[in-house]
């Protein structure tokens, strides 16, 4: 594994809500030793908290050494997880707008609500984000359950989102859903350790091409906070009306569809949108963020960038 | 017993940013803050149950060690020596002057080298376990807490978990290791350099070098056997061991308002 040494320009702070963000100082490593490295060209990725409806928003953040008139692009991770997801890819990004992407409350580092959360609440505390951010225009980014947040996010807020990308739109059936539910049933913990072996396992048997051990090691450990409550993720996307909210958005949606196990089930979303639609990716499965980091910015960049809004 | 709120931070050090937990009380009490290292490897996060009931009556902060938990890592392999430069940096950047630190384990060779180092800053020191090793101990160490590959059937994960149920006190339920556990599996690349850090520091030769007071707290984990041998290396006279039969990992989260206790009385008395 290389290490990066970095050195961030001053840059004016933003108006954070957050009593414990800089951006005025030296800093090291955008990534480092055993963390993921692409070769894609990159800026640090920093870490801050702002403050949200349900307590502390932890969120990784790049931008480039000069003022971008590029929208800003926020992104939202899959359950569990967290922004880490996005790490290598904000690095990426980073280098022409402000990237961001905040820990789902409950998430990584960020504080859960107080009772099971809807994705209408993760999208209104994505809203404290953007507030805390300073942020009037954004395009979003999701993944999986984020991108059912982003679709809310951008019904919540139609003069703020301006377009959305989403990895995977999945529609599913009544018994889909049923399925889902049980397969990502709240983690029974087991004595013997059994039960982490076998998120382990789930991890590498959906890695997607080039999608390395050392990869899923660098992710894995988000999959194991909050046993008690890491399930309200997927709980809150399996009650989220997809198909119904997606005809809704108004703004230019793209959804991303790389080979992973929501491919079949986004494709129906083929044909629903006001103003969207499918890019195709069967080659590229869970982990192309890290692995085809220039090859997904360039093409989230044309979307964003290049057709008309 | 839910104690104060617990907040995290960032703060900027020599190897990027440092990530914290803070604890405080919403008044003045003019007691000195606490400053707490992690074992390894881990994260603040085992304190975070402990810091929001000492944090009633100062502020206590629990700190990443760097290349662990959110903390960036150092850029090499580091030493305990550059984990205490680290632990200044979040001093200073938090304007402390005066503090009293504890740590656990590797985060108790943090705090001996911190307070060395820096004598008019540092008042008090907690430690919990204060091993002193033969070489044949230490060789044995060093293997065991070695890099560890990654297997494809989850193996090397479940160790760590089992190791973890093993370890904890009576009382610590699956639920609390739970909350934890993430902490340890966490950028498994690097993991190891905090105990390698730990088995290169000579505590033999550092703690005698200790004048301030230092409480040893000594639970029945895996070095308790080892930690007597530490007790004519305390110069201050009022440093002492305290035996905690029966105490074992987890005993933040388990014996919390005893151990509050312990640690207040130590800390107030000078």
């Known amino acids: 594994m290389s290490l990066k040494l970095c050195?961030?320009?001053?840059?004016?702070?933003?108006?954070l809500a957050g009593a414990f963000f800089s951006l005025d100082v030296a800093s090291a490593a955008d990534d480092g030793p055993g963390m993921t490295t692409s070769s894609s060209p990159s800026v640090p990725v920093r870490r801050a908290y702002v403050e949200g409806r349900f307590g502390q928003i932890h969120l990784r953040m790049a931008r480039p050494d000069q003022e971008s008139a590029r929208t800003p692009l926020v992104c939202f991770h899959m359950s569990p997880n967290s922004g880490r997801i996005y790490e290598t890819f904000l690095g990426h990004m980073g280098t022409d707008r402000l990237a961001v992407a905040p820990d789902t409350p409950g998430f990584g580092d960020s504080d859960p609500p107080s009772k099971q959360p809807s994705i209408s609440d993760y999208a209104a505390a994505m809203t404290d984000v953007l507030d805390a951010l300073?942020?009037?225009?954004?395009?979003?980014?999701?993944?999986?359950?984020?991108?059912?947040?982003?679709?809310?996010?951008a019904l919540q807020q139609p003069d703020r989102v301006r377009k959305l990308i989403l990895t995977s739109a999945p529609i599913f059936s009544d018994e889909e859903l049923q399925d889902f539910r049980d397969h990502y049933a709240k983690p029974e913990l087991s004595e013997d350790g059994s039960h982490a072996a076998k998120i382990w396992k789930g991890h590498l048997f959906w890695a997607g091409p080039g999608y390395t051990m050392d990869h899923v090691g660098v992710q894995f450990a988000d999959a194991l906070r909050r046993p008690d409550i890491s399930w309200w993720g997927h709980n809150a996307a399996f009650d989220f009306p997809m198909g119904e909210k997606l005809k809704?958005?108004?703004?230019?949606?793209?959804?991303?569809?790389?080979?992973?196990?929501?491919?079949?089930?986004?494709?129906?979303a083929e044909g629903t949108m006001q103003n969207g639609r499918i890019h195709e990716l069967p080659d590229w499965g869970h982990g192309y963020l890290d692995i085809y980091t220039e090859d997904a910015g360039a093409l989230i960049r044309g979307y964003l960038d290049g057709e008309p809004s | 017993m839910t104690g104060v709120p617990v907040h995290?931070?960032?703060?900027?050090?020599?190897?990027?940013?440092?990530?914290?937990?803070?604890?405080?009380?919403?008044?003045?009490?003019?007691?000195r803050p606490l400053v707490c290292f992690h074992m390894?490897?881990?994260?603040?996060?085992?304190?975070?149950?402990?810091m929001a009931e000492m944090g009633r009556d100062r502020v206590v902060i629990a700190m990443d060690t760097p290349g662990f938990g959110n903390s960036d890592p150092s850029p090499q392999q580091p030493?305990?020596?550059?984990?205490a430069r680290v632990a200044l940096d979040l001093l200073n950047a938090k304007l402390i002057t005066d503090v009293d630190l504890m740590g656990y384990h590797t985060g108790s060779k943090v705090?001996?080298?911190?307070a060395i180092n820096n004598p008019n800053l540092v008042h008090r020191v907690v430690m919990v376990s204060a091993p002193i090793y033969t070489p044949e101990e230490l060789a044995e160490a060093k293997r065991i807490y070695g890099p560890e590959p990654l297997k494809e059937d989850g193996s090397h994960v479940q160790g760590w978990w089992q190791s973890a149920v093993h370890w904890s006190m009576e009382g610590r339920t699956l639920d609390h290791i739970g909350r934890t556990f993430w902490a340890r599996v966490l950028n498994p690349a690097i993991s190891w350099w905090g105990h390698a850090a730990a088995f290169a520091y000579d505590s033999g030769a550092a703690i005698p070098k200790v004048t301030q007071p230092i409480l040893v707290l000594n639970p029945e984990?895996?070095?308790w056997k080892r930690t007597p041998r530490a007790k004519d290396l305390l110069a201050h006279a009022d440093s002492y061991i305290h035996d905690l039969p029966g105490w074992s990992h987890g005993f933040l989260d388990i014996k919390t308002e005893e151990a509050t206790h312990i640690v207040r009385t130590f800390l107030d008395a000078g």
Do not use: W
């Not at chain 1, 050195?7 to 108006?15: E, K």
């Not at chain 1, 954004?138 to 809310?152: K, L, Q």
């Open chain 1, 248 to 268: 809704q958005v108004t703004q230019p949606v793209l959804v991303l569809n790389p080979n992973d196990d929501l491919v079949e089930h986004s494709r129906r």
């Open chain 1, 7 to 15: 050195v961030v320009t001053i840059i004016p702070p933003l108006a």
């Open chain 2, 111 to 114: 705090a001996v080298e911190t």
């Open chain 2, 8 to 31: 995290r931070g960032y703060a900027d050090g020599r190897f990027g940013q440092i990530h914290y937990r803070i604890a405080q009380p919403d008044h003045e009490t003019g007691k």
């Open chain 2, 79 to 83: 030493t305990i020596t550059d984990y």
């Open chain 1, 134 to 153: 300073g942020l009037t225009t954004v395009d979003v980014m999701g993944y999986h359950t984020g991108s059912e947040t982003c679709v809310e996010l």
């Open chain 2, 221 to 223: 984990d895996d070095v």
């Open chain 2, 40 to 50: 390894s490897p881990y994260s603040g996060v085992i304190y975070e149950t402990f």
